[in-house]
């Protein structure tokens, strides 16, 4: 979706079009339920599903709709996300007592495609290309494109991907996780990619 058809979209729902908000809001759905995945802790997994982060995240971006001062499709994310961190942590509390992660992490895709970035050369194994995951990534814009690409893919690329590029655990990490071996691991990692690749470039 080009930055002006987006930007339309914004400016219609601010004129009250039901429309427009709601292509707005379900073209966001996949990256923000992306990020809430990533968000939540493997303690909270037993006690909060991510739907429910996303379902209270949208519900609560509607009713707020005249507290977003932005324009942009970048703004719009950082405010959802914003959103969405809100109610990470107000979960956390409320199954805790209190919040059992640093406030100041937050995974967004643009992060970790820059923390990836920094040292593709020993953990990507992706050729050098303007278009590969870790670079699009790197693209604030092309955030929802990398989300919806992501949630086409099957269940165990998805976990794989979100444990280890937005939550950044080591391969024995995930392997733990997931219970299989690390080297299992870092095969399916590597076709997870592959098939992301494909999906990128052919949607």
Known sequence: MSQTHFQELIQRTRAGDR????????????????????????????????????????LEAHQGLEQFKGETEAEWLGWLRGI??????????????????????????????????????????????????????????????????????????????MLRNLQRLSFKQVAERMNRSPGAVQMLWLRALNQLQERLEHP
């Open 19 to 58: 429309a427009a908000e709601n292509e707005l809001m379900q073209k966001c759905r996949a990256y923000i339920s992306l990020v809430a995945r990533a968000q939540i802790e493997g303690w909270m997994r037993t006690k909060v599903d991510a739907s429910d982060l996303v379902q209270q995240t949208l």
């Open 84 to 161: 969405l961190k809100h109610n990470t942590l107000d979960f956390a509390r409320k199954y805790q007592g209190a919040a059992k992660r640093d406030v100041k992490r937050e995974f967004s895709l643009d992060q970790y495609g820059a923390a990836a970035s920094r040292s593709a050369a020993q953990n990507w194994e992706l050729r050098d290309s303007m278009e590969t995951p870790s670079h699009i990534l790197l693209n604030r814009e092309q955030e929802i494109l990398m989300a919806d690409a992501v949630s086409e893919l099957p269940e165990d690329y998805q976990e794989v991907i």
